[in-house]
């Protein structure tokens, strides 16, 4: 674990200290203009369909939690945004415990993978 950062975000402040192990920095610095035109390339994708199958709502509450098509969402944007609505969010790396996963989402903290999908996976979704 680095150096922990609740982001001013309540729901994030309130984990547990073994929910805290598993949380790493963004590190937004590092995101490289590959790694930005992959989260457009996937966005977009997403995008297109949601807009055909989803409840029009459910796309304007990702705009408003702070994920933009065309950049990499920042943890401290999405933090302000979702503490509005009780909520919260976190970088980890890679995948946890199924049940620290939802033990985070008990506590209202939604949990992000902090790499970005490398170019030669780019329709990988696990």
Known sequence: ????????????????NHLKQFIVDQNYEKYTPID????????????SYLKNVAYYPYIKGLQRAGLSIEHI??????NDNLGKIGWGAVTVDGFIPPAAFMEYQAYRVLVIAADIRQINHIEYTP
């Open 73 to 78: 969402p920042d943890l401290q944007t999405m």
């Open 1 to 16: 674990m680095s150096h922990f950062n609740d982001f001013n975000n309540a729901q994030v402040a309130k984990l547990p």
């Open 36 to 47: 930005q035109a992959v989260w457009r390339y996937v966005m977009r994708q997403n995008y």
